[in-house]
């Protein structure tokens, strides 16, 4: 039986597969999501990928359909892509992302009145 090699050793791959997944998955919303931020695309760069190809799957379907931009932005992804040591830096961003996810819908709510 042949082995797979894991995600983390086929980095150069990364980037081709998370747009992949992202047209994929814009195509099936019907959301205009277009590319992946620079910032994003480091993020899924420097992350472990400890679910490999599925766990890079339902990431970028979850920035798809929770993301308020045609872009894919840091914000879109979990939390658990950023290196944050202490529970309060954790707590700040959390309540950052929701803030700014709540503002994005207000607005977003109100422009279309």
């Known amino acids: 039986m042949a082995e797979t090699v894991p995600l983390r050793d086929r980095r150069n791959m990364i980037p081709e597969m ?3 997944f992202v047209q994929q998955y814009a195509r099936r919303t019907g959301r205009k999501v277009t590319g ?3 910032e994003a695309l480091e ?3 420097n992350y472990s990928w400890p679910g490999d190809e599925s766990e890079l ?6 920035a798809v359909v929770m993301g308020v ?3 894919v ?6 939390e658990n892509m ?7 830096s954790r707590s700040r961003f959390s309540k950052a ?8 819908i207000i607005k977003a709510f109100f422009d279309k009145k």
């Open 97 to 104: 992302v929701s803030q700014a996810k709540r503002d994005a």
């Open 82 to 88: 950023f290196n944050m040591q202490d529970d309060e």
């Open 69 to 71: 931009s045609e872009t």
């Open 36 to 38: 992946i931020s620079p």
């Open 43 to 45: 993020l899924l760069l």
């Open 18 to 20: 998370a747009q992949r």
């Open 57 to 62: 799957e339902d990431t970028m379907a979850r």
């Open 73 to 78: 932005l840091p914000e879109d992804l979990p």
